[in-house]
């Protein structure tokens, strides 16, 4: 008689008993199933939030010089003006969309009779791409054409919109930054974005940089971005820009403070581990569940053998090795985990799916991504399952196993 | 079969308790002998020795030539398997599994595929007369019916010795009569027979009678053998 069929000859037997045991072990599945599949789709929206503010973006700030350099002093202001970022652009192609911005700086913004007080942003059209800043339908980003014009064109963060004009549409409305018209050219599409370095973009308001420079005069930009073309060199594509920027403006290359280095790479590796450090915790309080429903199975495995103790002796009578009744009561234990195991699953791609179900346009739910049964988890848990069922069934089996024949045959 | 000055002792809360106390007997190949005596005369620990379902606290046992004392679970697992057949007063069925289940336990530990398992049992449930009961579990059958299945799964893997305690004890008259007569049947086939008794009439039957009383050998041990042949 096989282990399974045996079972569920006990099943029918047992019914209440080895249902209650049944479920623990289901709802264990799904505790360590869902929450792992949880902590995989929260990881992988932290890394795409990441992302929101620019795939292995790389910004280069100036500052103050800590050491004399070719006469000067120490202590002089470096700041990189407008054209550096085309010259970056132009002469350093492995540093991809190179381009700088100015700002922000905090303005009145007005439209219609409403006005608010905003972040402008002034930014080159290599801004979009890199920054993953794409327009909404029917709209554009900053172009070349507005850069050589001066144009006073304005693309707005999608939250800058919402405020600003509900649910009409903003393109080609003119609003007014400090009392000046600005034609708006697109809305960004809405993005995950985990970090940033003063606002996030959805916040902000982009005019063309030309634009920025000549309606504000400021003399340098805050920042220089770009793009490692390849991630594998991108150490030395700093290196390069480092020097060429040290040449350029009369200052000692290896002054740590003037080289302001923001890298997305970093962050991204942090948020990485977060998101690492995270499943790892989901997994244990899943496995955790699992253990404790890997008790219930043991205790009724326990009374599984107490119960059958005449029927082991009649097997040892009949020439039943100790081992083959080890490995019966094993593989009933394994049977029963493995059952729940089954159901579990099945269970939890049904729960997984009415979490996809949540719409996750609103913030916080953005973090849950879009959690789904993979076959990684499917190993996982089945292999989970499968530990701890061999060490729920061991013990109970070792008992039956060491029953005396004589002994059993008497029990009745 | 040779007992050599074998004793038991088992432990019963703070006491021992001797159920054997020095017994040497000797058992042919193809006897047919009862063994017969009160209840707690230790006639169910000969038997449990001689089946190697337990071993001597002292002395020796000799199957075949080989010592059995000494032997680890699994030997005498294989030792019982392949050369003992019991037959319990109580049957002793699994009560879940049918008649030819039942009859194919024996099989399953000598490791034959289901498909010979299958048909041996089929086979020797009819020799002993229950053809059309092999899908019947244990509750569904007669006493005598329950007790040929247990002869059965004592016959199938076709052991030289078979071990019968009370095999009668739980069965009315005729059933009963005709289970002894089943295993005279088994005896004049070449089995070595050994019965566990309390009933006279029923130690009559074999060929020689042992009667043992608190743990030994007693007086009055009688050889049938004439008689019967």
Redesign the interface.
């Known amino acids: 008689?096989s282990a399974a069929s045996?079972l569920i000859?006990q099943l029918k037997?047992d019914r209440i008993r080895v249902t209650l045991t049944l479920l623990g072990v289901v709802w264990a599945t799904v505790s360590i199933t869902v929450l792992t599949a949880l902590g995989q789709s929260v990881h992988r929206a932290l890394l795409k939030g990441e992302k929101g503010l620019g795939d292995g973006l790389v910004r280069v700030a100036g500052g103050v010089t800590s050491r004399p350099y070719g006469g000067f002093p120490r202590d002089r202001w470096i700041g990189f003006p407008l054209r550096d970022g085309r010259l970056i652009r132009d002469g350093i192609p492995e540093a991809e969309l190179a381009c700088a911005e100015f700002g922000p700086t905090i303005r009145e913004i007005a439209w219609d009779k409403r006005t608010m007080t905003e972040n402008i942003v002034g930014v080159e059209p290599a801004f979009g791409d890199l920054r993953s800043c794409f327009p909404q339908d029917g709209g554009r980003f900053i172009n070349d054409l507005d850069m050589r014009q001066n144009r006073r064109v304005a693309f707005l963060g999608n939250a800058i919109k919402e405020k600003l004009f509900g649910r009409m549409p903003a393109v080609g409305q003119t609003i007014r930054i400090m009392n000046t018209p600005f034609t708006v050219v697109g809305v960004m599409r809405p993005k995950l974005q985990l970090s940033s370095y003063y606002t996030v973009d959805k916040d902000l308001v982009f005019i063309p940089a030309s634009t920025f420079e000549k309606l504000f005069g400021w003399q340098h930009v805050s920042g220089i971005l770009y793009r490692p073309k390849d991630p594998a060199s991108a150490q030395r594509t700093k290196a390069t820009i480092k020097t060429f920027l040290a040449a350029h403006h009369g200052y000692d290359p290896n002054d740590p403070r003037v080289w302001n280095i923001f890298d997305t790479r970093q962050i991204a590796e942090m948020i990485d581990d977060i998101g690492i450090g995270m499943r790892v915790f989901m997994f244990v309080i899943g496995a955790l569940t699992l253990i404790v429903a890997g008790v219930g199975v043991a205790n009724i495995m326990f009374v599984l053998v107490q119960d059958s103790t005449?029927?082991i002796?009649?097997?040892?009578?009949?020439?039943?090795?100790?081992?083959?009744i080890l490995r019966q009561y094993l593989l009933e234990g394994l049977a029963l985990v493995l059952a729940g195991g089954a159901l579990g699953l099945l269970f939890s791609s049904f729960v997984l799916f009415l979490l996809r179900q949540i719409p996750i346009e609103e913030e916080g739910l953005a973090y849950l991504g879009r959690p789904e049964l993979s076959l990684a988890t499917v190993l996982i848990v089945s292999s989970v399952l499968t530990l701890i069922a061999l060490a729920a069934g061991f013990f109970p089996a070792r008992r039956a196993a060491s029953v005396d024949?004589?002994e059993a045959?008497r029990y009745? | 079969m040779i007992l050599s000055d074998v004793t038991k002792v088992y432990p019963m809360g703070d006491t021992q308790v001797e159920a054997l106390r020095g017994v040497n007997l000797q058992i042919k190949s193809r006897e047919f002998i009862a063994v017969l005596g009160p209840s707690g005369s230790g006639k169910s620990t000969i038997m449990?020795i001689l089946?190697c379902?337990?071993t001597p606290t002292s002395g020796t046992y000799h199957l075949d030539g080989a010592a059995i004392q000494g032997l680890n679970?699994?030997e005498l697992?294989?030792i019982?398997?392949?050369k003992i057949g019991?037959v319990?007063q109580?049957f002793?069925?699994?009560?879940?599994?049918t008649a030819c289940?039942n009859v194919e336990?024996?099989m399953?530990?000598?490791g034959i595929n289901a498909t010979d398992r299958k048909a041996c049992a089929e086979r020797v449930l009819d020799q002993v007369g229950l053809k059309e009961r092999t899908r019947h579990l244990p509750n569904e059958l007669s006493g005598g019916e329950r007790q040929r299945v247990a002869i059965a799964?004592a016959l199938v893997?076709r052991p030289s010795i078979l071990l019968a305690d009370e095999p009668t004890g739980n069965l009315d008259s005729r059933s009963g009569a005709e289970i002894l007569a089943l295993f005279e049947e088994l005896h004049t086939e070449g089995r070595t027979v050994i019965l566990v008794t309390h009933d006279e009439m029923i130690a009559s039957r074999a060929q020689r009678v042992i009667r043992i009383l608190d743990g030994r050998i007693g007086q009055g041990s009688s050889d049938n053998h004439g008689r019967k042949e």
């Open positions: 008689m045996h000859r037997d005449p029927q002796g009649i097997k040892m009578a009949v020439g039943a090795k100790p081992l083959h024949p004589v045959l009745e | 449990h089946g379902l337990d679970p699994n697992a294989e019982r398997n392949r019991f319990f109580s002793h069925l699994l009560p879940r599994a289940e336990l024996p399953v530990f000598a799964r893997n």
